[in-house]
C-alpha cells in the first residue's frame, strides 16, 4: 500500500499553517523567529508531496490531463493571484515615488508571469534592505512553484512509463540528489541564485515527491510514528528558531525544514499529529493560508513606507490583523469561489479558464508596461526629474569630483596636505572637505573594493574580488610613509562587517565578522597594527554616519506623492541606525587610546532623532548611505572645530 491517499488530510493544512506563520512571524520581525523564512520551504515540500501523487494517480487511472491540470493550477493559484498584483498596483500608484513605483510595475508585469524570481534575483537578495520597497517580493516563491509545476508532470508521466526499468522513487532521488549538490555548491558563490532559482530547489520538491512511493507509514510501530512525527516538528521548529540571514541557505541546510516537514507529512496520521495539526484553527489557517501569504506581504511593506519606519508593537499587531482580515476576504470571495467550482457543479471548461487567463494578462499588462517604463512621473509636481534612480546620487553625491583611486580636494602640492584613506563613504567627503578647508589639499585614497583601514595587504572584501587591492593599497601607503601628514580613516564600517576577508591567494579565510561588535575588535586590532606602522603623526578615526534609516531612499522620499510624514529625520532607534551605534561605542575605547575619535552621531542626531535634511530642505544623503554634497558639507562644517584643534599644532606635509 503506497504512503499516498486521495482522500483529503487535514494534518496537511495543519502543516500549512505552520508554514504560512513562520512566515508571517518573521517578516513582522517577531524576536525570535529569524528563521521563519523556512516556511517557503515546508510549502515546497508540501506541493512535492501533493502534485505527484495527484498525477501518480490521474497516470494509473488513465484519467490524467495536462490540460485539466494546468486548468486546475490556474484556478487554484492565479485568481487569488491577479486580485493582490491589482490591489498592490493600485495602493503603489497612490503612496509610491516613481522610482519605487516603476519597479512595482516590473515585479507586479513578472509575477503575473511567474518569472518573478528571476527578476528579484537579478536586483539583488532577499534579505537587502531594499525589500522594504518591494510589496511583491513573496511571489518569488510563486515563480519557482509554478515553474515547478511546469516541468514535473512530463518528469513523472516519464517516470511512471519507465518504471519496469527505472525505480521512480530512486529516481526522483537522484534528481534530488543532483539539485542539493549544485545548491550546496552555488550558494557559497551565488547565494542570490541558489536561493531564487528553480534547479537550486528541486529537491525541496523532491523530498515531498518521495514519500508518493514509500510504504505506508502504519506498517510500522505507534511509537516508531509518534517518534518520527515528533522529529519531523523539532526539526521545524529548529530551523525556524535558529536560522537566520546569516545562515548559508538554501543546500544542506535546506534539509532541515525540509526533512521536518516530509517526516511530518508522512507520519501525519499518529496522534500526536492530528492534535496538533488536524485541530479546527490549524486546519482553519492552513485553508487561508495561500490568500494569507499573498496579502500579508503588501500589507506590511506598504505600512512601512507610509510611515517611513519600523512598525511599534502596536502597529505590528495591527499588521497582523490586517494580513488575517485581507486573506479572509481574498479567500471567501476570490480564491474559494474559483477552486471549488467542480465541487458546486459549476464546471468551467480547460480551454475557457486558459482563455479567460490570456485574457486578464492582456489587460493587466498595459498599465504596468505603462508605469514599468516612467513610474508614472506625472502624479507628482515636477515628477520628470524623480523618475530615475541614478538621477539624486549620481548629480549630487558628495563624492562626485573624487574619481578613481586617488583624488585631492585642491591639487595644490604647495599647500598642506591631509590623508584620507577608506571608502566610497570617505570619497563623499571631497565635497565638504574642499569646501570647509580651501588652504589644506586633502588627499583621498578609496576604493569599494579594498579596505584601507588595514596595512596589510593580505585583507580584501570577497563581496568584490578586486586582484588590484594589494598594489592599490601599496602604493597609497608608500605616499604615505613619504611624510608625516595626518590621517584620516572613514568608512562604511556597517557594510564592512558583512563581508568576509581572504588572505591574497583568495583562498584561505582570515576573517568572518559575527556580528557587529565582532567586526570592531577586528577593526581595532588592524588599527593598532596601523598606528605602529604609521609612526607618530594625528590620525583621526570618524565611525559610521546613521544613514537615511527611513524606508526606502531619499529620492524615495521627497517625491512620493503623499509627504505626510515628512522625512526630514529618522528614528534614532532604527535597526540600521543601531548596528552604527553599536559599532560606535565598539570601536571608541580602542580609538581613544591611539587615534582622534569623530562620531558624526554627535553632529547628525540628538537623543531620539537623527537628521536626513539640513535646516534650508536639503537632503544629507544622495542614496541611502552616502552623503549628499550637502551632508559633506555640513558634517566637514560641523567637524572643522575638532579637525582644525589637532591640525593647528602637525606638520601637514
Given at each position: 500500500?503506497?504512503?499516498?491517499?486521495?482522500?483529503?488530510?487535514?494534518?496537511?493544512?495543519?502543516?500549512?499553517?505552520?508554514?504560512?506563520?513562520?512566515?508571517?512571524?518573521?517578516?513582522?520581525?517577531?524576536?525570535?523567529?529569524?528563521?521563519?523564512?523556512?516556511?517557503?520551504?515546508?510549502?515546497?515540500?508540501?506541493?512535492?508531496?501533493l502534485i505527484t501523487g495527484l498525477?501518480?494517480?490521474?497516470?494509473?487511472?488513465?484519467?490524467?490531463?495536462?490540460?485539466?491540470?494546468?486548468?486546475?493550477?490556474?484556478?487554484?493559484?492565479?485568481?487569488?493571484?491577479?486580485?493582490?498584483?491589482?490591489?498592490?498596483?493600485?495602493?503603489?500608484?497612490?503612496?509610491?515615488?516613481?522610482?519605487?513605483?516603476?519597479?512595482?510595475?516590473?515585479?507586479?508585469?513578472?509575477?503575473?508571469?511567474?518569472?518573478?524570481?528571476?527578476?528579484?534575483?537579478?536586483?539583488?537578495?532577499?534579505?537587502?534592505?531594499?525589500?522594504?520597497?518591494?510589496?511583491?517580493?513573496?511571489?518569488?516563491?510563486?515563480?519557482?512553484?509554478?515553474?515547478?509545476?511546469?516541468?514535473?508532470?512530463?518528469?513523472?508521466?516519464?517516470?511512471?512509463?519507465?518504471?519496469?526499468?527505472?525505480?521512480p522513487l530512486a529516481a526522483v532521488?537522484?534528481?534530488?540528489?543532483?539539485?542539493?549538490?549544485?545548491?550546496?555548491?552555488?550558494?557559497?558563490?551565488?547565494?542570490?541564485?541558489?536561493?531564487?532559482?528553480?534547479?537550486?530547489?528541486?529537491?525541496?520538491?523532491?523530498?515531498?515527491?518521495?514519500?508518493?512511493?514509500?510504504?505506508?507509514?502504519?506498517?510500522?510501530?505507534?511509537?516508531?510514528?509518534?517518534?518520527?512525527?515528533?522529529?519531523?516538528?523539532?526539526?521545524?521548529?529548529?530551523?525556524?528558531?535558529?536560522?537566520?540571514?546569516?545562515?548559508?541557505?538554501?543546500?544542506?541546510?535546506?534539509?532541515?525544514?525540509?526533512?521536518?516537514?516530509?517526516?511530518?507529512?508522512?507520519?501525519?496520521?499518529?496522534?500526536?499529529?492530528?492534535?496538533?495539526?488536524?485541530?479546527?484553527?490549524?486546519?482553519?489557517?492552513?485553508?487561508?493560508?495561500?490568500?494569507?501569504?499573498?496579502?500579508?506581504?503588501?500589507?506590511?511593506?506598504?505600512?512601512?513606507?507610509?510611515?517611513?519606519?519600523?512598525?511599534?508593537?502596536?502597529?505590528?499587531?495591527?499588521?497582523?490583523?490586517?494580513?488575517?482580515?485581507?486573506?479572509?476576504?481574498?479567500?471567501?470571495?476570490?480564491?474559494?469561489?474559483?477552486?471549488?467550482?467542480?465541487?458546486?457543479?459549476?464546471?468551467?471548461?480547460?480551454?475557457?479558464?486558459?482563455?479567460?487567463?490570456?485574457?486578464?494578462?492582456?489587460?493587466?499588462?498595459?498599465?504596468?508596461?505603462?508605469?514599468?517604463?516612467?513610474?508614472?512621473?506625472?502624479?507628482?509636481?515636477?515628477?520628470?526629474?524623480?523618475?530615475?534612480?541614478?538621477?539624486?546620487?549620481?548629480?549630487?553625491?558628495?563624492?562626485?569630483?573624487?574619481?578613481?583611486?586617488?583624488?585631492?580636494?585642491?591639487?595644490?602640492?604647495?599647500?598642506?596636505?591631509?590623508?584620507?584613506?577608506?571608502?566610497?563613504?570617505?570619497?563623499?567627503?571631497?565635497?565638504?572637505?574642499?569646501?570647509?578647508?580651501?588652504?589644506?589639499?586633502?588627499?583621498?585614497?578609496?576604493?569599494?573594493?579594498?579596505?584601507?583601514?588595514?596595512?596589510?595587504?593580505?585583507?580584501?572584501?570577497?563581496?568584490?574580488?578586486?586582484?588590484?587591492?594589494?598594489?592599490?593599497?601599496?602604493?597609497?601607503?608608500?605616499?604615505?610613509?613619504?611624510?608625516?601628514?595626518?590621517?584620516?580613516?572613514?568608512?562604511?564600517?556597517?557594510?564592512?562587517?558583512?563581508?568576509?576577508?581572504?588572505?591574497?591567494?583568495?583562498?584561505?579565510?582570515?576573517?568572518?565578522?559575527?556580528?557587529?561588535?565582532?567586526?570592531?575588535s577586528f577593526v581595532a586590532s588592524?588599527?593598532?597594527?596601523?598606528?605602529?606602522?604609521?609612526?607618530?603623526?594625528?590620525?583621526?578615526?570618524?565611525?559610521?554616519?546613521?544613514?537615511?534609516?527611513?524606508?526606502?531612499?531619499?529620492?524615495?522620499?521627497?517625491?512620493?506623492?503623499?509627504?505626510?510624514?515628512?522625512?526630514?529625520?529618522?528614528?534614532?532607534?532604527?535597526?540600521?541606525?543601531?548596528?552604527?551605534?553599536?559599532?560606535?561605542?565598539?570601536?571608541?575605547?580602542?580609538?581613544?587610546?591611539?587615534?582622534?575619535?569623530?562620531?558624526?552621531?554627535?553632529?547628525?542626531?540628538?537623543?531620539?532623532?537623527?537628521?536626513?535634511?539640513?535646516?534650508?530642505?536639503?537632503?544629507?544623503?544622495?542614496?541611502?548611505?552616502?552623503?549628499?554634497?550637502?551632508?559633506?558639507?555640513?558634517?566637514?562644517?560641523?567637524?572643522?572645530?575638532?579637525?582644525?584643534?589637532?591640525?593647528?599644532?602637525?606638520?601637514?606635509?
Amino acid at each position: 500500500m503506497a504512503s499516498f491517499s486521495a482522500t483529503y488530510r487535514r494534518d496537511i493544512d495543519g502543516l500549512r499553517a505552520v508554514a504560512v506563520l513562520a512566515v508571517l512571524l518573521f517578516h513582522l520581525d517577531i524576536p525570535g523567529v529569524t528563521g521563519g523564512f523556512t516556511g517557503v520551504d515546508i510549502f515546497f515540500v508540501i506541493s512535492g508531496y501533493l502534485i505527484t501523487g495527484l498525477i501518480r494517480r490521474g497516470v494509473e487511472a488513465g484519467s490524467f490531463s495536462l490540460l485539466e491540470f494546468y486548468s486546475r493550477r490556474l484556478r487554484r493559484l492565479f485568481p487569488a493571484m491577479f486580485v493582490t498584483v491589482v490591489a498592490t498596483f493600485v495602493i503603489g500608484a497612490l503612496l509610491m515615488s516613481p522610482v519605487t513605483f516603476r519597479s512595482l510595475a516590473s515585479s507586479a508585469l513578472a509575477a503575473s508571469l511567474s518569472v518573478s524570481n528571476f527578476l528579484f534575483w537579478l536586483q539583488s537578495g532577499y534579505f537587502d534592505p531594499s525589500k522594504w520597497t518591494k510589496p511583491l517580493l513573496h511571489t518569488w516563491s510563486l515563480g519557482v512553484e509554478e515553474q515547478f509545476y511546469l516541468l514535473w508532470p512530463a518528469t513523472i508521466i516519464l517516470l511512471l512509463a519507465l518504471r519496469k526499468r527505472l525505480s521512480p522513487l530512486a529516481a526522483v532521488l537522484a534528481v534530488s540528489a543532483v539539485s542539493l549538490a549544485l545548491a550546496e555548491t552555488v550558494v557559497q558563490y551565488r547565494a542570490a541564485a541558489a536561493f531564487y532559482l528553480l534547479p537550486f530547489r528541486v529537491f525541496e520538491f523532491g523530498l515531498g515527491a518521495a514519500l508518493v512511493w514509500l510504504p505506508a507509514a502504519e506498517r510500522l510501530p505507534r511509537f516508531a510514528r509518534e517518534s518520527g512525527f515528533a522529529a519531523g516538528l523539532a526539526m521545524i521548529a529548529g530551523a525556524v528558531l535558529l536560522f537566520d540571514s546569516d545562515t548559508r541557505f538554501p543546500g544542506v541546510t535546506a534539509l532541515l525544514p525540509c526533512a521536518g516537514a516530509a517526516l511530518s507529512i508522512y507520519f501525519g496520521q499518529t496522534k500526536l499529529a492530528q492534535t496538533i495539526f488536524a485541530n479546527s484553527p490549524a486546519v482553519f489557517v492552513g485553508k487561508i493560508s495561500y490568500s494569507l501569504y499573498l496579502t500579508h506581504w503588501p500589507v506590511i511593506v506598504f505600512a512601512k513606507y507610509y510611515l517611513l519606519r519600523d512598525l511599534t508593537g502596536l502597529e505590528t499587531l495591527a499588521a497582523f490583523a490586517a494580513s488575517i482580515l485581507s486573506a479572509l476576504l481574498l479567500y471567501r470571495y476570490v480564491e474559494r469561489p474559483f477552486r471549488f467550482q467542480e465541487a458546486r457543479n459549476n464546471y468551467v471548461a480547460p480551454r475557457k479558464v486558459m482563455t479567460w487567463t490570456a485574457a486578464c494578462l492582456l489587460l493587466l499588462a498595459v498599465p504596468l508596461v505603462s508605469a514599468a517604463f516612467g513610474g508614472w512621473a506625472w502624479r507628482i509636481k515636477d515628477g520628470s526629474i524623480f523618475a530615475d534612480r541614478t538621477w539624486l546620487h549620481y548629480t549630487y553625491y558628495g563624492g562626485l569630483k573624487c574619481t578613481g583611486m586617488r583624488c585631492e580636494t585642491t591639487g595644490n602640492p604647495a599647500q598642506p596636505k591631509v590623508f584620507v584613506l577608506g571608502d566610497s563613504h570617505a570619497r563623499s567627503l571631497h565635497a565638504g572637505l574642499q569646501r570647509a578647508f580651501p588652504g589644506i589639499n586633502f588627499v583621498i585614497f578609496a576604493s569599494g573594493n579594498c579596505s584601507y583601514f588595514s596595512f596589510s595587504a593580505r585583507y580584501y572584501t570577497v563581496k568584490r574580488h578586486s586582484t588590484d587591492c594589494p598594489e592599490e593599497r601599496a602604493a597609497a601607503f608608500q605616499e604615505i610613509l613619504t611624510t608625516q601628514a595626518p590621517v584620516i580613516i572613514f568608512n562604511y564600517w556597517r557594510w564592512q562587517s558583512l563581508s568576509r576577508y581572504l588572505s591574497r591567494d583568495r583562498n584561505s579565510p582570515v576573517f568572518h565578522a559575527h556580528g557587529i561588535v565582532d567586526f570592531a575588535s577586528f577593526v581595532a586590532s588592524e588599527l593598532e597594527l596601523l598606528h605602529s606602522k604609521l609612526g607618530d603623526r594625528k590620525i583621526f578615526v570618524i565611525g559610521g554616519v546613521p544613514e537615511f534609516a527611513t524606508i526606502g531612499s531619499p529620492l524615495d522620499c521627497i517625491s512620493r506623492p503623499l509627504q505626510n510624514p515628512p522625512c526630514a529625520t529618522s528614528p534614532r532607534n532604527s535597526k540600521r541606525t543601531q548596528q552604527h551605534i553599536t559599532f560606535n561605542a565598539a570601536l571608541r575605547d580602542i580609538a581613544d587610546k591611539h587615534f582622534i575619535w569623530i562620531d558624526p552621531f554627535d553632529y547628525l542626531c540628538d537623543d531620539s532623532v537623527c537628521r536626513n535634511m539640513t535646516a534650508d530642505g536639503k537632503v544629507i544623503y544622495s542614496d541611502p548611505d552616502h552623503l549628499s554634497v550637502w551632508g559633506s558639507e555640513f558634517l566637514a562644517n560641523a567637524m572643522r572645530p575638532v579637525l582644525q584643534s589637532a591640525l593647528a599644532s602637525v606638520p601637514l606635509r
